[in-house]
């Protein structure tokens, strides 16, 4: 048994997305890295998936039979993508049942790469105070810059961060709506390095579409983020729905690589939070509870 | 009206709308999902441009690539000014010339390196970013000596040029290939001054810069 | 080496590379900075780090007077470092302990030099003459200082005036650590060169050039050229020789924590009365007729960051103290300038400022203190000022204007002889509305003209006497402006305090619980019983000793709190204000 690179065991044992389902090949090797490591993955024609770490004789592109591999990490297909794990990762993935409903598209949006730490990265997704100066016009603008009260609490059974009653000004909130509104948003962070939003629809206000952020690590400092979308929207093509959240992310892109220290630092006297940064005082405080070191500069005891 | 076949992340795509939007050009997009789709490959697009590349323009059927080509037909048919690639200078042509082809290396180095590391493309992500820090040494002494001896812009004028335009964004966009320009104090002042311009845009990846001096 | 370098000054920057507006992007020994010359000339040198989330200050953006961060919008002030705007929190002032970590800038030889530690001054480089010198391209270098500085030995040059020759005689005359004084000489030409080499971190340098004087202008360019071309030949060679060599671990620098009460989200932190600053009257002159204008600067050190809106205490030399609303910009952070009416009545407070107070003395100041924030997320705003009302008005009115929001200046003065800090308002442009010699009636009518249209996201400032005050809340109200967007500020309570009840005050979080006798004030109580509380003008008009009631009825008496305040009886002005019911729960 090889010995893992990533010595935190709440990060090891935790599942992974390695790649878009529609964007693989059919029963060909694809390779990446997820904690340091090499893997390679691959998905076959009835839709089964598989991992294990890269090895000789399997070559990125080569066809490969799923079947037949043997030593292969746990891999399952979901929302879209395929996951992985190179520890011992819980039963299920966390839910989230909108994916399932029938009218919904569900897109991955992109999957880029970023050269920041997961965690900071989760801290910009659940972030509303930026959006009139990096979404300028899009999902925010001057002079409405305030971030109004919202809830949040760390739920016991699901483990898991929630941000309720989250209101922000938006010029443009979306593909669909053309002008602008105070959009309703609560966020979930299931997962120590994914987060899933849901903000209130243009076209049926009783339903929200959903927009999650999954995050592989590849390093300490260096993530794959895969944009996942389930979102309800007969009108625009595929390609108009990505353009619009490769381009929010696509903004976010230099703030994050211009964070430092690139890794989140728990001590709460690293930075300076405001009020407006409850859900983020929330996640830093989750991760140290958990006793996570991999992609932070954990407190001092 | 004219058409731009467009990616919103694509530099070379943004060249043309920065350009477009400087001299008041209306236009109409058709995008392309150049990632992760690769609809540059499909074929569809690539009856527009047998390359697969980005951008193209279709400009009342005269049908154009590559964007310093389209850089060249957007300002010598449209900008009233006569400033951007001014027809009847011999000299700036020539400098103009010479800084397009540059804007190409900046292109296969900068923006290689970018789309590696963004995009996971499979190139000597080493020899990119060496290969940017040479051009980027070259162009910040450029400019460096330009402001001595009194001229902004790329080329020896009293105003930008589509030289200025064609090789701003991946310079612009170089840290997202793991490039800093913190040794090229000319090159981050020269990116202000373009960003200074009367009817600048960003994308996805360039911000703002504060506002001119006033008049 | 370099464990001792932090102590000392290095070059980091030439004049030349801080442009206007601009945000140099600096480091040193690892350390990065943003560093940024504000419109009054003022060098910044500050960590590059916004202390909000880390973000990198050097992609921000350099307005002439304040540094913003791309992220969140966070406003920086020139000099103090302080945070002087918080957009997520637009009702709140920031608190003014959220200042950025600065370091000491000096423009000497043509460069900005700084130092971690400083130890003394910036070195005399006895080569230099002050003034005409010729700075050099700086030349970045991915090699080691040490090894820089061991190269540069070698380097070769023609002195000014012989170019074209190449045989000068080249000597070292003297060797540092960081630094090396050549001289050339060819026939009767003889120039001397100094380099420094700036460690930027374990593997990376920059060398900094300068020339002992400046060439004729045709050969400026040449001897530029000339320096640079073989600079960058010698840094070839440099790190031809250390690319095969092990790279040393880049520097980490240790970022400074911020305060304890800053990590927690904190209620501004309590301190009474107190004056902490020293300052002197640079200037005194005649902002209008019966105003008389102060410029406070601070003996030694720098002062506090200040917002719009906010006052100081002034202690007087006849021992009274008064309010005045700092009248600066955004990013006029050398010294304060208040403006001081002369009250036909006086007390004591104006008098003494106009008649006794003159240039050169010293006065104790408090720190600023801001209870009239200004929202900076209005769609529009209207500022009224009467009289005297204009300072704080003022200082937003520049804030506004220097962030190109939409708002509108309403000076009523007496007439154009009373309109006070006239070059300021002149920097106003159209924004500023002056009303002159308006009797009471032809002011309610223009007030009432003036707020017919509100709309939803406009905010009112009004600041004046207060009959002028009542009449635009009055019309305000009438107009249909809710109360959360009409924010006042009264320069004095002019209603009979009635301090004849008797009741029991606790405090929730202090554990006491003490009687108000007929005669003190609560804040008197409160301080008696030890518990330390901040104040200002002890009269009910500036917001400062604000405490929360978290049960009992209060009896206010203040003109501080507007009426939805009061009549959600949550809120108490400890200075005036008293109880109705038996008991006052606070939450101190």
Redesign the interface.
Known sequence: MTQPKCTDPVILNQWYPLGAIDEAPRSRVADTVLLEEKLSFAVAGDGAVAAWRTRDGLKAGAPVEIAALTDTLPAISAYGYVWASLGTPPVKLFPIPEYAEPDRRNLNAATIGVNVSAPRAI?NFLD???F???HTDILGA??????KEYDVEISIDRDEILATRCRFFQPMASTTSDGGADVDYIYRVPHPFCSVLYKSSPLDETRQDVIAVFLQPTDQEHVRAHMMLCVLDDENEDKVIKRFQQTIFGQDK??LE????KRL?L??????????DKSAIAYRRWLSQKGVTYGVIPAAA | MIKLYDYELSGNCYKLRLLMSILGVEYETVPVDFYPGREHKSAWFLRVNPLGQLPVVDDDGLVLRDAQAILVYLAARYDTSGTWYPRDDARLLGEISQWLAFADGITATASAARLHDGLFYDVDIDACRAGAHRLF?ILD?HL??G???GRDWLCGAAHPTIADIACFPYVMLSEEGGIS???Y?AI??WC?RLKRVDGFIVMSGI?????A?AA | MLDQSRNRWHPI?AS??L????V??G?LLGR?FAVWRADDEYVNIWE??C??????LS?G????RELKC????WRYSNRTAGCTY??????DAPART?TNRTFPAVERYGFIWTAEEPSGEVPEIAALPEGDLLVL??I?VNAAADRVVEHLKTYRFQPVGALDADGAEVSVEAIGDFSLTLAAREGASATRCVLFVQPVDAARS?IRGVLDKQPEADE??AV??HH?QRL?ALRETIEDAVRGEPAPAPIEPV?E????E????PQPTPHGRKATLRVEVARKWTAADGIAGFELAPLGGGLPTFQPGAHIDVHMPNGEIRQYSVINGPGESDRFSIGVKREPVSKGGSSCMHETVREGDVLAISEPRNNFPLR????KTLLVAGGIGITPLLAMAQALHNQ??AFELHYFARDEAQMAFRDRLDTLGEALRPHLGLDPQATGDTLSALFSDYQD?MHLYLCGPGPMLEAARRVAADRGWPESAVHFEYFKNTNEIDDSSTFEVALARSCLTFQVPAGRTILDMIRENGVDMPSSCEQGACGTCLATVIEGEPDHQDVYLNDTEKRSGTKIMTCVSRARSARLVLDL
């Not at chain 3, 924590?257 to 304890?260: G, I, L, Q, Y």
């Open positions: 801290e509303m105070g930026h009139p100066y990096v001057e002079p409405h810059t305030e971030v230099p703030i211009n964070q430092y220290p630092p001590d709460p006297r690293a930075e300076t939070p405001i009020r407006a | 040494r002494e460096w000596f402001e001595q001896e320009r913190q040794d104090p981050r002042r202000d911000f703002p810069a504060s506002r001096r | 920057a030349h590379d442009a206007y507006r601009h140099f992007h480091q990065e590059n780090r202390l909000h989330r880390g973000v990198r992609i953006i350099n307005d002439g791309q992220y969140h919008g918080i957009p997520a929190h637009p009702a959220i391209r700086g970045p920059v400026r360019i530029l050229r640079n960058s970022f924590r911020v305060s304890a800053l990590a927690e989200m900076r997320d209005a769609t190109q929001l996201g």
